[in-house]
Nanobody, 126 residues
Framework: VQLQAFGGGLVQAGGSLRLSCAASGPTFSAYAVGWFRQTLGKEREFVAA????????LYADSVKGRFTISRANAKNTVYLQMNSLQPEDTAVYYCAVDSKIRRVVVTTTSAEYAYWGQGTQVTVSS
């Protein structure tokens, strides 16, 4: 599986961005997908995840109510809609595909994700 994340950019506080994660491979629809983010000098942190069937989603407390994860399996794409962005949301955002097929409950642990995209920079100015 190859992943490409895009949609990042520079936005003012309070603004919105939509990130996309496009995947190659016929089995993408059978795996959960997560979004993580990382800033310089800090560990990668979980942002959101969605199950293979879209029946389950999970969000970090810091983004709950502001970010929405969704997927379009027919397009092999997962989205992260980010609203009410704040300067603390500034980071490189990565999408990743779960290592376990059809996991029932999505995981927040980065080690459980087997494939990673290259990341897209999100910068929120105050």
């Amino acid at each position: 599986v190859q992943l490409q994340a895009f949609g990042g950019g520079l936005v003012q506080a309070g603004g919105s961005l939509r990130l996309s994660c496009a995947a190659s491979g016929p089995t993408f629809s059978a795996y959960a997908v997560g979004w993580f983010r990382q800033t310089l000098g800090k560990e990668r942190e979980f942002v959101a995840a969605i199950s293979w069937s879209s029946s389950s989603t999970l969000y970090a407390d810091s983004v709950k109510g502001r970010f929405t994860i969704s997927r379009a399996n027919a397009k092999n794409t997962v989205y992260l809609q980010m609203n009410s962005l704040q300067p603390e949301d500034t980071a490189v955002y990565y999408c990743a595909v779960d290592s376990k097929i059809r996991r029932v409950v999505v995981t927040t642990t980065s080690a459980e994700y087997a494939y990673w995209g290259q990341g897209t920079q999100v910068t929120v100015s105050s």
